[in-house]
């Protein structure tokens, strides 16, 4: 079985270009240990379960259309919600690319799976830089926009466990379709790049991301207000770009007055063999 | 500063063409939390520095020569021995290249640093397959012989202490140079990596990875006591590919009859930023 972890984004700039292999985000996100787990069987009819269910999944459907050989149904385990900045489209479609050429012995390279990922991804409006994330692990600083074959990046040292709180879906197409939200999006961003590249510690996460989320005008007033919260106890909390959702550290008692929080790990491993 | 963990191969089989990117190892390896701190600065001359001390170090130094624009000082901190199997050539190469281009502002991919050190190890004769497993991270399986990014890797979950015992240090190249040796290498790492796909599990690698060091005879009468040992004390334990070095799971006390062990953590992280 294949796992593919969850990828969360603290702040990003993006780069659209007609070729879906040169566009992607700048950024600086990080891996979770929780994810999607993939299994890929022979089926009379080509279907895509996830958690139990049939799912219409284009962004999972477009890579069995290149890679599957013959009918086949695609199991996902979904530990993470979708449309809430978890990256679980781009883990659903890495880990199908690399559980198909498993199961039909396509013999293709690691990282050609990866750029097919990737490029579902773009064509489909469901992400930009989750599958780069989670095709190295880590906490990933993400330093040109492109697919994972071309992908500048560096790889962080991080040991965390970190609380999130899910309040809601955003749909990162719908942000990106506004063409003035993108303009300032892309101008903050890398704006927020440039300084964590300056001084790439953890910790600075936070105060970026905030200042990332307010600028862009992102973040709504209940998020500003549970992350007060979470700061007014001693600890740190950030908006997960894009889902009205917050990941935080040390935060897991104040988010619990706000809703169900759950706990992850920021892990260094990316898609992997369980 | 950029870490490169080391990376333990525990069977392999060999493949050289004249393209160094098409050159390589099949077979199992891991990284492991120790390894190499490459740092780079401005100097009146190039040199580079290992533990203090100027080296001749053709592997990294063919790095320098393909993308330093100036002179540089590259301060290289081991914490492993260099010849023993702990792919401390890959590392200081993928490590230094990373920096270089940092340092240069050169912008070139990651994937793109990687294969100019699994090229740089593949010309020298220093290693085959330590920069994949560096480049990706965890405990990799190589299903291709060839370069990072056009690398068929599996990598599996696995989260273990093991302790490693030193003797002494075996020429990677000296061994590849006898052809019936690589042949023989060749034909029986190949069965083992069959073996270990059909059953991908941490436990198996010990028992393989000693069917392929007697079989291939390069294990000595020395490294086979101590497995024995190890094992009559209820441990696992193996040769390291290619050194004098044995590798152990819950073995610590009896390789400390044989000489001074040292513990490190298989970790799924591959080159970072610390």
Redesign the interface.
Known sequence: MI?CPGSITAFFSTLISENPLLSGSYGVGFTIDKGVFVEVEKAEKTEIIVNGQSWDFPTVQYVVNELAKDDVKVKIKMELPVGCGFGMSGASALATA?SL?NFFEL?????ELADLAHESEVINKTGLGDVICQT???LV?R??A?C??????????VDVNLDFLVLGKISTEEVLKDELKRKRINEVGMRCLEEFIRS?EFDNLFSIANRFSMETGLIDDEMRDIIEAVESNGGKAAMIMLGKAIFAYNGFDVLKEFGNPFKAKI????????
Chains 1, 2 share one sequence.
């Not at 994972?148 to 040292?157: D, M």
């Not at 892990?267 to 369980?274: I, K, P, S, Y």
Request: hydrophobic share 40%; charged share 20%; net charge positive.
């Open positions: 796992f690399l050429n013999k293709k390279s690691f990282i190295f692990g880590g600083v330093k040109n492109c994972p074959s071309k992908a500048a990046v560096e790889r962080l040292i790439p892990t260094c491993c990316g898609v992997q063999l369980v």
